[in-house]
């Protein structure tokens, strides 16, 4: 929940009624960069299997060639293997965007509707509005930090809100979370 969250909550209609945050998924720089690296590193073995295979330099660094097939270029052409399948996979995330969404609470209704996507279908929660009793701020500090807005839920598991991958501010975080308490008149917890 950082820069497009915070845009959209500034999305509050004039009657105060209606909210709606655009929660980013793996559409991120990072991820693209990764799925390239891994995609470049499987490319690369895979044709260091296939030199030592066929007994010439299909690489123009290193001589991948002069390999014995069977252990080295046999032993490569898995790891490209389980490289392209990785890098199947992240690419697959990508073109899916998976984990986007959006948080649309809406007072005249009396309703919270958390939609996600996912790689086969989009995941859809309804919550009503009077069973909110809470927004929660989550931090752990440490090696490997988390900072999430939740909702404290009657009768269910607390719901995260924010995006995953990103680490905003604190301050960001404590006047996003604050806004949103005011927004649906709950206290705010975790600070």
């Given amino acids: 929940m950082t820069n497009e969250l915070k845009e959209s909550s500034n999305s509050v209609q004039k009657d105060q009624d209606f909210l709606e945050q655009i929660v980013t998924g793996s559409r991120r720089v990072s991820n693209y960069l990764l799925a390239s ?47 392209f399948l990785l890098s199947l996979y992240l690419w697959l995330n990508i073109l899916v965007d998976f984990g986007s969404g959006r948080n649309i609470f809406d007072k005249k209704k009396g309703t919270l509707l958390v939609t996600r996507r996912t790689l086969f279908k989009e995941f859809n929660v309804e919550i009503p509005l009077k069973d909110v009793k809470a927004v929660k701020l989550e931090i752990k500090e440490g090696i490997n930090p988390n900072r999430r807005i939740t909702l404290r839920i009657q009768g269910r598991k607390d719901l995260p809100l924010s995006s995953v991958g990103k680490l905003p501010k604190l301050a960001e975080l404590e006047k996003e979370g604050a806004q949103l308490a005011r927004f649906l008149n709950v206290n705010l917890e975790g600070i």
């Fill in 37 to 83: 690296l891994v995609s470049i590193g499987g490319i690369g073995f895979l044709l260091a299997s296939l030199s030592s295979y066929l007994g010439t330099d299909l690489l123009p660094l290193g001589h991948p060639g002069s390999f014995i097939f069977v252990p080295q270029g046999l032993i490569m052409g898995l790891y490209g293997i389980a490289a």
